[in-house]
Each structure stands twice: as structure tokens, then as C-alpha cells.
């Protein structure tokens, strides 16, 4: 996998800048609304989810249509209105799969540089920069060839490690669905925190620090610890500051039936009567 990485970032180096300095800004300037305010906004948070990854689906889907990702972003975001709740509860239940698929398998996805044929571009000269249509394309090929990597490993999975992917995943919605206010500042911590370690992947990535590969060749326990220790304080944080609002008691009169708000008289506007 460290060659994938190295392959990409050495590609990604001759993007233009703005290809890497608008969407790494906007990730980290989201993840961190996300990230500390999520839980008082989690309609928008859905909705926005929603087009994300409706998007992406009908992108890949329909054959990298366009037209085919627009309309899918469309229908994304109107799935994360109508269905809020359980948006983010499978959403949460999908991150928490996904984190677990990444665990079992890891040695498997390590030793995965063979299992295809990395993309060829030409190698712009050094004052030369791709230009976006050839981004699109670029990123395109590489989530492709990554999707066939990751389609290689899933054929070689061992039945239990499904298994205890499959264990995960019914464990988190069922927090979701009791434990609806923690599985929401979860949710939206986890997504946060993911989005500002993109956008600053991004922005590294422009000024050619090569973050991938660091962080591939590091301890990876310690960008584990980070990465935890952000979102148990999102997620600590969004419960204790959106607290729900007290419910208001109606008055009850000794005899037992609510009391009901005194008629207020109307005022008497002395320029009508």
C-alpha cells in the first residue's frame, strides 16, 4: 500500500493549487462546525452527508456520469430530510463497519500494491500543473484502482472476520436507536474529525509534505490516540453544550384537570373603534 500512496502523492504534487487549496479549506472549516456544533444542526449535517454520498454512488454508478451524480446528490439530500434519524444511525453504524473491516484486514491491505497496475500520467514539467479536467480524471483512476483493492481483499476475507463486521455494525444501530443523542454526537464527531484530517491531508498535500506517507511510515498509534482523543471531546463536548430543552409541565388543578391560560381581553385600538 505504501507504493499506492507514494504514487499518488507524487501525482498529486502537480495539481493546480486551487484543486487542493479551496476543498482542503472548506473540509476543515466543515469538520470543525461539524465536529463541535454537529448535534444541534444534524438535519443539515444529514443533508449534506446525504448529496456527499448520493453523489459518489451515482458518479461511479452510472459509469461516471455527471448529469447521473447530480441528480443522485439530489436524492441523497432529500433521503438525509426525510429520513434524519435513520440516515445517521446506519451512517454511524457504516463508519463503525468500515473501521472494523480496516482493522481485520490491515496486513492483507498492506501487501495489496500488486493486485493492480497503478495509473500512468504523464509527468508535467516542473512549472507545469494538471489542469482540472485532468484532476477529475486522475482522481477518478485512483479511486477506481483503490476500489479494486479493496474488492481483492474483501474475496480473500475469512467468513468470521464478516462475521464480526456484521456484529459491529447491528451493535451500533442498535446504540442508535436506544441511545439516540450519544449515537448522534458520535456520529457527527467521527465525521468531523475525518473531514478536518482530509482537508489538512489537502493542504500538506499542496505544499508537498508528502502527509500520506508520513503518517503511513509513523507510529500509527499515535495518530490512532489523536484521532480518538478528537472525537471522544466532540462527541463529550456536543452532549454537555446541546443539552435538550425541559420538557414544560402543564398546571394541574387539585381537582385533577389541567388548568387552562386565562382569556386575555382584546385592547381596543382607539384609531378603529
Not at 463541535?36 to 456527499?52: D, E, N, P, Q
Not at 439530500?77 to 457504516?94: R, W
Not at 500509527?220 to 480518538?228: L, P, T
Request: net charge positive; charged share 15%; hydrophobic share 55%.
Amino acid at each position: 500500500m505504501l507504493e499506492f500512496i507514494q504514487h499518488f502523492e507524487q501525482i498529486a504534487a502537480r495539481f493546480r493549487p486551487v484543486v487542493l487549496i479551496v476543498p482542503g479549506l472548506a473540509a476543515v472549516l466543515l469538520g470543525l462546525f461539524i465536529w463541535l456544533g454537529g448535534l444541534r444542526f444534524r438535519r443539515f449535517i444529514a443533508v449534506v452527508i446525504g448529496a456527499v454520498i448520493g453523489g459518489v454512488c451515482g458518479f461511479f454508478a452510472a459509469g461516471r456520469n455527471v448529469t447521473a451524480a447530480l441528480v443522485s446528490t439530489g436524492v441523497g439530500a432529500g433521503l438525509g430530510v426525510i429520513f434524519k434519524k435513520i440516515f445517521i444511525i446506519i451512517l454511524t453504524a457504516a463508519i463503525a463497519a468500515l473501521a472494523g473491516f480496516v482493522v481485520l484486514n490491515w496486513p492483507a491491505i498492506e501487501n495489496a500494491d500488486n493486485l493492480k497496475q497503478f495509473p500512468e500520467y504523464r509527468t508535467p514539467n516542473d512549472n507545469e500543473h494538471f489542469d482540472i479536467r485532468e484532476v477529475v480524471e486522475i482522481m477518478t483512476e485512483y479511486t477506481a484502482a483503490l476500489s479494486d483493492i479493496l474488492r481483492e481483499v474483501c474475496s480473500q476475507m475469512p467468513s468470521r472476520n464478516w462475521a464480526v463486521i456484521a456484529a459491529i455494525g447491528v451493535i451500533f444501530i442498535a446504540a442508535g436507536l436506544f441511545l439516540w443523542r450519544i449515537t448522534s454526537a458520535f456520529c457527527c464527531s467521527v465525521v468531523g474529525t475525518i473531514l478536518i484530517f482530509a482537508g489538512m491531508i489537502l493542504l500538506l498535500l499542496y505544499k508537498g509534505s508528502e502527509p500520506l506517507s508520513s503518517i503511513y511510515r509513523s507510529t500509527s498509534w499515535y495518530y490512532i490516540a489523536v484521532f480518538a482523543a478528537m472525537i471522544a471531546f466532540g462527541t463529550i463536548e456536543q452532549l454537555l453544550l446541546f443539552r435538550p430543552a425541559p420538557k414544560k409541565a402543564k398546571a394541574v388543578s387539585p381537582s385533577g384537570k389541567q388548568k387552562q391560560a386565562p382569556e386575555v381581553p382584546e385592547r381596543v385600538n382607539w384609531r378603529t373603534s
